[in-house]
C-alpha cells in the first residue's frame, strides 16, 4: 500500500475516504504536490486534516463498474452513463435511459463531430475525456478541435464537465455560434406534464409547463393547477371534467423556450409556439444563474454553467417539447450575439525587424508578422448535468444553482505551507519584507493594490466569451482609463 493510499481526511463530524493522487515529485522522488478529493455530504465543515490510517477501504472501487459494451459507459449507485464511440457524432449517447445524443456543436458552416474516448477512474471519482474536432466543410476544409471531460462522482447524481476548444477557423470564417445539446426522453407525456425551469437572478426561477393550465378563464380545480406549478403528474384527462376535456385543445401549447444573456448585467427570456411564429417576450433581468431544466413529473435533465453572465454571450435553449424527445442546449457562445470578430484592430505594415523594433519605442504591441493571428487560442467553460428522477421543486432547482455558481476550495494554513518548504525560502507568512526592513505600509499596500484591480473588473465590466478572467495592464494616467 502506497503513502498516498492510507491517507484519510479527518474532520469534526468523521474520518472521510480520498482519493488522491501525486502532481509532483522533488529531485529525490518524493512527493512535493499531492491532490486529494472526498465526498461531501453536507455535514464536511470546518478545520479538516490529512492523517494516516492503518487499513485501506477496499469496498469503494466495486461500487464503480464498467460494463463490457462496444461503448464506454460508467455506473453508480445514482447515475449510469454511456458514451459515444470513436468516429460518432454523439459524446454522451445515453444517460439514465433519458437523456441521449450529448452532443457539443460549433455553427458556422455544416459540421460533424468526430470522438475519441480514454477513461481515468479514482477510488472516489471517474473522469472520462473526450477528444473530437467538428469538420468545417468549406474551400479549405478546416478542423476545430475540443475536449470534453466529465467528473463522475461515487455518490453524486450530478456530472461535473469542462468543455474546451481551440480556435483555428481560417480567415473569411467567423464563429456564430458554439453549444452543447442533450435530447431528453419525455415519452408520451401530456403537455401539460412537461415542464421547464430556468434560473434568473440570485436564485429566481422561471418554472413553466409547455401548456399551462392556470390564469385561464376558466380555472381548472386548484388540486390541478396547485400540482402544475409544483412540477407534478396531473391525473390522466379522461379522469377530468368533461367539459375541461373539450375546452383543453384551444389552450396555447408552447414548444420552444429561451434564456439569451448578451451583456454581463441583462439577460431576457422568451417561448414561441413554433418556427412559424414570433417570439414571445415572458420577462427580463440582469444576471441569470445560468441554469435550466426540461422533463416531465418522472425523469428530465438540468444543466447549469459556472460563470454564466460573466462569459456572455451565453444562453439557454429548449425545444420541441411537443416532441418524445425534446432538446435541451447550453450556448456557450449564442446565435443571438453578432458573430465572433477575431481580425485585428490595426494592421501596421512592419516587414523589417528594424521598423518593428522601432516602432515598440512608443507602442506596447509587438507587431510581427503572424503575431496577431487568433489561430490556437483556446477556451474552456465549466458546467454540471444533473439527472434528477422529477421534475425539482424550486428549492431544490435553487440549491442546484447554487451549486453550479460556488466555488468551494479547500486550502492548507500558511503556517503550514510555509512549514513544509515547498516553496523553499522564496516565500513565508506573514509581513512580506526582508529582514530588518522598514515594515511600515508594505501589507497594507499590498492589500490596496489587489483590493483596486479586484475593483476595476466590475467598475469596467471586464467581462466576456474571451474577456472573463483576465486582467488588463496598463493605466493612462491622463484619460484613467487602462
Known sequence: MSYLDRLQIASASSPRVLSSRPLAYWPDGSIKWSAHSTLDDGTLSGDLSLELKETTHQDTTAVFSIPETKNVAIETPNLRVEFGNAGDDCVIKNLDDTVYNGRSHLQVIDESANTQISVDSKVLSIVVLVTGAHVIANKFPTQVPYQLRFYIGLHSDVIAAQHTFLYPLPEGLRLKSLGISFDIDLGSSELFNKYVRLGGSEGGVLAEASQNLTGLWKPVPKAISKGQVLGERLPDIADWDYEWKDLLKYVVRWNDFKLSQLSPYGFELKKRVSEKNSWVKISSGTKSDGTAFVGSSKRGLGIGLKNFWEQYP??????????????????????????????????????????????????????????????????????????????????????????????????????????????????????????????????????????????????????????????MHTYDADRHCW
Not at 428522477?389 to 440549491?399: G, V
Not at 444553482?401 to 506573514?430: C, L, M
Not at 475593483?455 to 466576456?464: M, R
Request: charged share 20%; glycine share 6%; with cysteine.
Open 314 to 471: 451565453v444562453g439557454l435553449e429548449v425545444a420541441n417539447l411537443d416532441l418524445n424527445l425534446a432538446t435541451l442546449t447550453l450556448w456557450l457562445y449564442s446565435p443571438d450575439s453578432e458573430p465572433m470578430d477575431l481580425r485585428p484592430y490595426q494592421n501596421l505594415e512592419l516587414p523589417t525587424y528594424e521598423e518593428q523594433l522601432h516602432a515598440m519605442k512608443i507602442t506596447y504591441e509587438d507587431w510581427e508578422p503572424g503575431f496577431c493571428d487568433p489561430y490556437g487560442i483556446a477556451k474552456s467553460h465549466e458546467f454540471q448535468l444533473w439527472t434528477p428522477k422529477s421534475t425539482p421543486s424550486k428549492k431544490e432547482f435553487q440549491k442546484f444553482s447554487n451549486t453550479v455558481r460556488a466555488t468551494n476550495i479547500i486550502v492548507p494554513e500558511a503556517q503550514h505551507i510555509s512549514k513544509t518548504k515547498v516553496f523553499a525560502d522564496y516565500w513565508a507568512p506573514g509581513p512580506h519584507i526582508a529582514p530588518g526592513a522598514d515594515a511600515s505600509g508594505v501589507d497594507s499596500n499590498l492589500e490596496f493594490l489587489f483590493d483596486y484591480y479586484e475593483a476595476q473588473i466590475k467598475e469596467n465590466s471586464w467581462y466576456g466569451f474571451w474577456d472573463f478572467g483576465d486582467v
